[in-house]
């Protein structure tokens, strides 16, 4: 988390990029089970595209893939690839989490 906040505030959004996908990694090796076809498609979409890293949040089967793009690559990124998928453009803001209901 350190790491993270450090990259964040010096602006290293390549190196958090790499860091977000490198502790999916991580995560990704305790069990053979979060991976479905679906998310590992959507992957290699985002291998190929303007990602700087990935990771599946969330739990239980109810989770959420969090995506950290280039700037101004987002929009035209989910206009092209993920049109027919529900996906939340989320904003840094100070108010912190809250819940969205759609």
Not at 37 to 64: D, H, Q
Not at 67 to 92: C, H, Q, S
């Amino acid at each position: 988390v350190d790491e993270a906040y450090s990259n964040l505030i010096n602006q290293d959004i390549n190196t958090f990029g790499k860091l977000l996908e490198h502790t999916w990694e991580m995560k990704k090796e305790l069990s053979n089970k979060m991976i479905t076809k679906k998310t590992s498609e959507l992957f290699e979409i985002f291998n190929k595209k303007e990602v700087l890293g990935y990771k599946i949040m969330g739990a239980g089967g109810g989770g959420f893939v969090l995506a950290f793009f280039k700037e101004g690559k987002r929009d035209k990124f989910i206009d092209k690839y993920l049109k027919k998928k529900l996906f939340i453009k989320p904003e840094i803001d100070e108010l912190g989490t809250r819940t969205i209901i759609y």
